[in-house]
T-cell receptor
Framework: NAGVTQTPKFQVLKTGQSMTLQCAQD?????MSWYRQDPGMGLRLIHYSVGAGITDQGEVPNGYNVSRSTTEDFPLRLLSAAPSQTSVYFCASRPAPGQPNIGTGNTIYFGEGSWLTVV | DAKTTQPTSMDCAEGRAANLPCNHS???????VYWYRQIHSQGPQYIIH???NNETNEMASLIITEDRKSSTLILPHATLRDTAVYYCIVRPFRWNTPLVFGKGTRLSVIA
């Protein structure tokens, strides 16, 4: 099934540990992004990518690294987890103009979220 | 990028139409208005989008004012399952510019 897949769905980390949240899409979308959502808040953009080998910072990039070695994958790395990074993380993708659209029009596709707790 | 302003929360009686407003007074001529909703911390779900004309699909209708400075999302017969946070987003004309979410409107559908 076409879509955005995030793993893991749930993770508990100790302060100072590192980990990678995985995001993969099978729709050949050029644009991918990571958001975080704290309780009762809207989504805030962490990093985004407009194609393989290209990444850029969003609103809240500190403490996170990303890379885009392939069109399909956009992993988010926490180098040294802090309690302030406890949040729900969403990955999203969308096609570039002219790309074939899969699904409902030229829209944004979100993963189901990854719940991260840092203790 | 254009910014949006939405009420923090709204209530709607079950079976009635829910009208969710959004102001985007600085929208550019080629920017689209998108609506998404998020049910109980699931991933945001696409609802509808439009540029100038009013749009309708199986989920909702989108009414955009002639000057494009505001829009209204209409859920014609709200059900309890429509309780969610609704986000009005202006999509940048440049496809490779990031999308910025506001805090959205928390719609509560009441039986």
């Amino acid at each position: 099934n076409a879509g955005v897949t995030q793993t893991p769905k749930f993770q508990v980390l100790k302060t100072g540990q590192s980990m990678t949240l995985q995001c993969a899409q099978d729709m050949n979308h050029e644009y991918m992004s990571w958001y975080r959502q704290d309780p009762g808040m809207g989504l805030r953009l962490i990093h985004y990518s407009v194609g393989a080998g290209i990444t850029d910072q969003g609103e809240v990039p500190n403490g996170y690294n990303v890379s885009r070695s392939t069109t399909e994958d956009f992993p988010l790395r926490l180098l040294s987890a802090a309690p302030s990074q406890t949040s729900v993380y969403f990955c999203a993708s969308r096609p570039a103009p002219g790309q074939p659209n899969i699904g409902t029009g030229n829209t944004i596709y979100f993963g189901e979220g990854s719940w991260l707790t840092v203790v | 990028d254009a910014k949006t302003t939405q009420p923090t929360s709204m209530d709607c009686a079950e079976g009635r139409a829910a009208n969710l407003p959004c102001n985007h007074s600085t929208i550019s001529g080629n920017e689209y208005v998108y609506w998404y909703r998020q049910i109980h911390s699931q991933g945001p779900q696409y609802i509808i989008h439009g540029l100038k004309n009013n749009e309708t699909n199986e989920m909702a209708s989108l009414i955009i004012t002639e000057d494009r400075k505001s829009s209204t999302l209409i859920l014609p017969h709200a059900t309890l399952r429509d309780t969610a946070v609704y986000y009005c987003i202006v999509r940048p004309f440049r496809w490779n510019t990031p999308l910025v979410f506001g805090k959205g409107t928390r719609l509560s559908v009441i039986a």
